[in-house]
């Protein structure tokens, strides 16, 4: 988004650090992918939460804003932080606890904005699904979760039932997917074997192998004895020093920043980019509200397979017409 009022050596460095092809029309391409990803209904809720913070006396051109709309379902919202940084803060706090339904209450923390604060970027995401085939709380029991340094009594859930699984070699590591209803969104575990550290997983792992240790004919669908942990993840993130690392140093210096096409004012540099996401996994689903299960042992056929997650793993939340990527994470300690 914030490249398209991009231009010269910061547009230039923007799309380095992005890896983006210059053939393609990235713009476009996110429009169609939040068209497609847009889901609301009882059972199944995403929403993004992407928008720019202003400084009001940057005169921002009404092309850009409208560009913005168009291609990112975003606003550019014109805020006086010379005047009052914590009402500012505040505000942008409000929106966000407001778009992902009170699960993110503080995207932006105090101090984090100034007085001189020119241009905030924020992104958050919110999803809300339950899955196809529900965990009975009945069967959810304390089990040990080991690390490398020790375990950890976690709040094991447990499923038997038919899901796509299958084994990475390269690795190697065991591939689960569990689809949410409607089946237009699954969650994905890639769980490395008991003896390969996670860091090894993390190290192979690109786009292109995700897309094929997880394509259709990877994974094949049986009974399966599913161990899966109670997860609640939230994670807050600065991306300034990140992108600066991959060469986007520019755009956040006031000598330097050129985005001619989003204001008529010259330097005026990206003054902060956040992110915060948040995950919670249950019996339900994904983010849905927990409570205290009743404990009992259940017997299951040795024969059949076992996917137990006692183990950091990554989990990935993909949409599967598009074979995006909406959610990924990784649960290495309860």
């Known amino acids: 988004m914030v490249l398209m009022g991009a231009k010269g050596n910061t547009a230039a ?3 380095q650090a992005l890896c983006l092809n210059e053939g393609g029309d ?12 847009s ?14 913070f202003g400084e009001k006396t940057c005169d921002f051109l009404p092309a850009f804003k409208e560009s913005c709309q168009k291609f990112y379902q975003a606003d550019l919202e014109e ?3 010379a005047e009052d940084t914590e009402e500012c803060r505040k505000h942008i706090n409000d929106w966000v606890m407001e778009k992902t339904e009170g699960k993110i209450s503080e995207i932006l923390g105090s101090g984090t904005v100034g007085p001189l604060t020119k241009l905030v970027l924020v992104n958050a995401i919110y999803f809300k699904g339950k899955w196809n085939e529900q965990f009975n709380r009945k069967h959810t029991r304390g089990m040990p979760f080991k690390t490398n340094q020790e375990k950890k009594t976690v709040q094991m859930m447990f499923k038997q039932a038919k899901f796509k699984m299958g084994h990475v070699e390269e690795v190697p590591a065991q591939i689960l997917e569990l689809p949410y209803v409607g089946a237009e969104l699954s969650m994905l575990i890639l769980l490395p074997d008991e003896n390969t550290d996670i860091a090894v997983v993390e190290k192979a792992l690109t786009y292109e192998k995700f897309r094929t240790w997880t394509s259709p004919e990877k994974l094949t669908e049986e009974k399966v004895q599913v161990f899966l942990p109670r ?4 994670a807050s993130y600065d991306l300034e020093a990140f992108l600066r690392r991959l060469g986007m140093t520019d755009a956040f210096e006031e000598a330097k920043a050129d985005f001619s096409g989003m204001s008529a004012k010259k330097n005026v540099p990206m003054s902060k980019v956040a992110h915060k996401c948040f995950v919670e996994v249950n019996e339900e ?15 299951c056929c040795r024969m059949e397979p076992k996917f137990c997650a006692d183990h950091p793993f990554l ?3 993909r949409h599967r017409e598009t074979n995006s990527i909406l959610f990924c994470g990784r649960f290495s300690s309860p």
Do not use: D, W, Y
């Open 285 to 299: 689903g994904t983010e849905a509200a927990g409570a205290t299960a009743v404990v009992r042992n259940s017997r």
């Open 79 to 81: 805020l006086s932080f």
């Open 13 to 15: 460095q923007m799309s």
């Open 39 to 52: 889901t609301s209904g009882p059972q199944c809720l995403l929403r993004t939460a992407n928008r720019l």
């Open 231 to 234: 997860l609640k993840l939230e």
């Open 26 to 37: 990235v713009h476009r391409g996110f429009q169609s992918l939040l068209r497609e990803v």
């Open 315 to 317: 989990f990935f939340i």
